[in-house]
């Protein structure tokens, strides 16, 4: 895998491959030898290099398909207590955004499984999954994901047409205990996922749909920025009980 350093200031962030030599706006930038921490300074700037994170990371990936936004993963996390070690499975891959997220979350005692039928979206997957480093935690099938063969799950999601299909076999395929969540645009989704979840037992946490938007200050007033991120999708939360 490629390192990355982070170079940031006050104004200004860049996200550069380590050991090479840029010419930037601000004037050549040698990263040949550079540790974290160390400052580097330009004709017309100072930055101070830091480890990137994997959101940082990210914004190098490439989107082909639709992406589960961080509003939305980070609400996976929030209601599910998704933790280091957990076994998740996800589908379909899309961007691999999704796997990404709850790949850097699971560390290298867990394990997450991403499936995605569609060769051009896997293969980008493949690649920004490899970008942020998460090749041993991350394994991504280029394979349908109703054929799944991993068991003994805490965590699936689906990002899939027709989820509520796959509700019997992912509650089958789940720990005790373990949580399916079910990702789609459409509340009619998640009205079947709801139905197939309450015939299969499984206890039905929530539906939610979470919403952002940002705020500016200037000069003295401060009000929302005129666009952000509304809508983008529903997620039902349901847990293997019986």
């Not at 995605?116 to 991350?138: P, Q, S, T, W």
């Not at 666009?227 to 999708?233: A, D, K, M, R």
Request: glycine share 8%; aromatic share 10%.
């Amino acid at each position: 895998m490629q390192e990355y350093i982070l170079l940031l200031n006050s104004r200004n962030s860049l996200l550069l491959k380590k050991g090479r030599v840029y010419n930037t706006e601000f004037g050549k930038i040698d990263l040949r030898s550079v540790d974290y921490g160390s400052i580097i300074e330009t004709k017309k700037a100072k930055f101070v290099a830091v480890k990137p994170s994997i959101i940082d990371l990210m914004k190098k990936c490439k989107r082909g398909a639709q992406i589960v936004m961080p509003k939305d993963a980070c609400q996976i996390v929030a209601i599910t207590g998704l933790s280091y070690g957990w076994r998740c499975l996800d589908a379909g891959s899309g961007s691999g955004f999704l796997a990404i997220f709850l790949g850097n979350i699971v560390g290298k005692k867990g394990k997450v499984y991403t499936y995605e039928k569609r060769k051009d979206f896997y293969e980008l997957a493949k690649r920004n999954i490899e970008i942020c480093g998460m090749e041993n935690i991350v394994k991504i099938k280029n394979e349908d994901v109703a054929k799944f063969r991993e068991r003994n799950l805490d965590l699936i999601t689906f990002d899939l047409k027709d989820a509520h299909l796959l509700v019997e076999k992912a509650k089958r395929r789940l720990k005790p205990g373990g949580w399916l969540v079910i990702y789609s645009p459409h509340i009619e989704e998640q009205i079947k996922a709801i139905e197939e979840m309450r015939k299969n037992e499984m206890h039905v946490c929530c539906t939610i749909e979470t919403m952002q938007r940002k705020w500016k200050s200037m000069y003295g007033y401060t009000h929302p920025e005129p666009s952000g991120i509304l809508h983008t999708g529903f997620m039902t939360f349901g847990r293997k009980a019986l």
